[in-house]
């Protein structure tokens, strides 16, 4: 068995990308990509419909070729060494993939067989996970008569029947309820708690905030951003200060006030009602120092100030120039993927 040296990979990533590129037709869903995911860590990539994301998941999960580049998953390539590198990796998709004939447990035992586990351990492991994802008394019943919930947690099981090093997980809670998307983040969590290295793709900006530790914008195929949440945050600039006044009649009266103090570049104020505090964008230091002074002035007794930054969803459309979970195009790039697999 033939393996890379994790140094020409990048020491301390779990997944290693180099201007990886696909193209579909006149389409290219990945132009270029570079990524590094750190072992152990929940790397978040997020990008717009038809951004590349599938297809980066496709490629490293060893499911599709890319037309130039490399990418290697814990040492191993994905082009010259598919059959090592499938060994060490789990993959959930968009939808379950489950047999829908065969009962949960037997679909567990038959993906621990397919991957060389004796029948005493695929037995095993199949009992271990049943129980670990609420299944277990589930587990004679064919899976085409689980809920939605249940049939994404035992395809998370099946994921996980080999002991997966890295784990693909492409927007795993699309569809899903409140309850049972908490529960598949409590999963992954627990996951990664054990070691395991996740890469996720999502458009729900909650669910990369509870759960990556980095991320990856991707748009039209191309890395746009990357790093941590709040270095993404402060990279877009701009920050929110939230004033609230010991007396809530205050608030619209300070609101008026702010507006009419002619700070250049100053954005119009914003009440919550509900919070009882004033909204005020800020661009720069030099506005938040004329709008506290200006509230000190005005003798304005107040019981908190704070300063906020852009919340994710602000983050995601600042780079993409739309929100999470839009389409630019009516025909999307991640359409176009599944003609061409």
């Known amino acids: 068995m033939t393996r890379i040296d994790k140094n020409t990979s990048g020491a301390g990533s779990a997944v290693t990308v180099r201007g990886l590129v696909k193209h579909y037709g006149e389409t290219k869903a990945l132009d270029g990509v570079d990524l590094d995911v750190r072992e152990g860590t929940v790397m978040g990539v997020l990008g717009p419909n ?89 587990a004679k019943r064919p899976a085409s008569t689980y809920s939605g919930g249940m049939r994404r947690r035992l395809d998370l099981a099946a994921s996980m029947i ?46 990369a905030e509870q759960l990556a530790s980095e991320l990856t914008v991707v748009d039209r195929g191309k890395v746009i951003a990357n790093g941590g949440i709040e270095e993404l945050k402060a990279k877009v600039g701009g920050r929110t200060l939230r004033v609230r006044p010991v007396d809530p009649l205050q608030v619209r009266p300070l609101a008026r006030m702010i507006d009419e103090l002619g700070v250049t570049g100053l954005a119009g104020t914003t009440v919550d009602t509900a919070g009882g505090a004033l909204l005020v964008p800020i661009l720069s230091d030099e506005q938040l120092t004329a709008v506290v002074g200006a509230v000190i002035a005005r003798g304005v007794t107040v019981s908190a100030i704070s300063t906020e930054l852009p919340s994710l969803d602000e983050v995601f459309l600042s780079l993409t120039g739309h929100r999470a979970g839009t389409s630019q195009d009516t025909e999307t790039t991640e359409t176009r993927e599944e003609v061409a697999v």
Request: charged letters at 25%.
């Open 162 to 207: 080999g002991r997966p090093q890295v784990l693909f997980l492409d927007e795993p809670t699309t569809g899903l309820d409140p309850r049972t998307r908490n529960e598949v983040w409590t999963e992954v969590k627990s996951m990664v708690g054990e070691g395991v290295t996740v890469l996720l793709t999502t458009q729900y900006m909650e669910e």
């Open 50 to 138: 038809g951004a590349g994301k599938t297809t980066l998941v496709r490629i490293l999960s060893t499911l599709l070729a890319p037309d130039s580049g490399q990418a290697t998953v814990v040492g191993y390539d994905v082009v010259r060494q598919p059959r090592q590198l499938r060994r060490v990796i789990g993959l959930t998709g968009q939808y379950a993939s489950v047999d829908e004939k065969l009962p949960g447990w037997e679909n567990l035992y038959l993906i621990g067989r397919l991957l060389d586990l004796s029948r005493k351990d695929a037995r095993t492991r199949a009992d271990e996970l049943l129980e670990r994802f609420s299944l277990t008394e589930a």
